[in-house]
């Protein structure tokens, strides 16, 4: 695969825990491929997906966020907002959007649950990596095929 470079969008709620995701990404992805992006909270990855796919720059970008319920809002209500968003910003532009969103029932901000979200945003971050590499290698299998 030539040389590629990838978007990763985190928002800053949480980031301790969300900037994990970036850790494990940064496993599979040279970390000189990636440009990272921050954005207030989940709400506002969709549309700096979008802007992101849009440039050209970006072969995937990768969005991170972890959607709390904190009491004030509906997080599945937010969660279902933003996986629709990014897949939407994808669509449109063509570009692989991947989420790294986690929406757990019953977080408490404790010392046993960031650790166990921590070590999950890793785990996420190295999945969306794969996927991210899957979907080009397969979108330029499609390439040779339609080339023949």
Same mark, same amino acid.
Request: net charge negative.
């Given at each position: 695969?030539? /040389?590629?470079?990838?978007?990763?969008?985190?928002?800053?709620? /949480?980031? !301790?825990?969300?900037?994990?995701?970036?850790? @494990?990404?940064?496993? +599979?992805? =040279?970390? #000189?491929?990636? +440009?990272?992006? #921050?954005?207030?909270?989940?709400? *506002?990855?969709? %549309?700096?997906?979008? +802007? &992101?796919?849009?440039? @050209?720059?970006?072969?995937?970008?990768?969005?991170?966020?972890?959607?709390?319920?904190?009491?004030?809002?509906? /997080? !599945?209500?937010?969660?279902?907002?933003?996986? !629709? @968003?990014?897949?939407?910003?994808? %669509?449109?532009?063509?570009? =692989?959007? &991947?989420?790294?969103?986690?929406?757990? /029932?019953?977080?408490?901000?404790?010392?046993?649950? +960031?650790?166990?979200?921590?070590?999950?945003?890793?785990?996420? @971050?190295? #999945?969306?990596?794969?996927?991210? %590499?899957?979907? %080009?290698?397969?979108? #330029?299998?499609? *390439?040779?095929?339609?080339?023949?």
């Amino acid at each position: 695969m030539t /040389h590629t470079r990838f978007a990763f969008v985190q928002a800053q709620w /949480h980031k !301790d825990i969300v900037r994990r995701a970036y850790e @494990g990404f940064a496993q +599979d992805i =040279p970390a #000189e491929q990636i +440009d990272i992006f #921050e954005v207030p909270g989940a709400f *506002e990855m969709p %549309l700096m997906a979008r +802007d &992101l796919a849009a440039s @050209g720059r970006y072969a995937a970008v990768i969005c991170a966020a972890f959607v709390v319920d904190g009491g004030i809002y509906r /997080h !599945d209500f937010v969660a279902q907002a933003v996986v !629709d @968003g990014l897949m939407r910003a994808g %669509l449109d532009t063509g570009v =692989p959007v &991947l989420s790294v969103s986690l929406t757990p /029932h019953h977080y408490q901000e404790t010392a046993h649950h +960031d650790a166990i979200y921590r070590a999950h945003f890793v785990t996420k @971050g190295r #999945e969306a990596a794969q996927a991210a %590499l899957g979907i %080009l290698k397969a979108r #330029e299998a499609l *390439e040779v095929t339609k080339a023949a």
